[in-house]
């Protein structure tokens, strides 16, 4: 059972910057591909980043340019680092661990753009 916690979200006005961190339960996080999804009110949640265990990075259009995931295997976190944010992001991210043809949600952090 692989437990994940994320933090970093809240109100910031357009063009503003915020980094999600989502923590990792277990001992093999390394072995763990990490992602990010969103869900906007009304909408179905979307892809926005993934990052595999060897550090291949893959984002969505939308997102390209703006964001950036990371990982520190060593604190068994990753992070979503989010630039240049515009008001369609507001959403609830929602990070993710694949192992072993299972994929593990976290609870999901509230980012809303806004002036």
């Known amino acids: 059972q692989v437990q994940l916690v994320e933090s970093g979200g809240g109100l910031v006005q357009p063009g503003g910057s915020l980094r999600l961190s989502c923590a990792a339960s277990?001992?093999?996080?390394?072995?763990?591909?990490m992602g990010w999804y969103r869900q906007a009110p009304g909408k179905e949640r979307e892809f926005v980043a993934r990052?595999?265990?060897?550090?291949?990075?893959n984002y969505a259009d939308s997102v390209k340019g703006r964001f950036t995931i990371s990982r520190d295997d060593a604190k068994s976190t990753v992070y979503l680092q989010m630039n240049s944010l515009k008001p369609e992001d507001t959403a609830v991210y929602y990070c993710?661990?694949?192992?072993?043809?299972?994929?593990?949600w976290g609870q999901g952090t509230q980012v809303t753009v806004s002036s």
């Open positions: 990052i595999t265990n060897d550090g291949s990075t």
């Open positions: 277990g001992s093999i996080f390394s072995g763990y591909n």
């Open positions: 993710y661990a694949f192992y072993l043809a299972t994929k593990y």
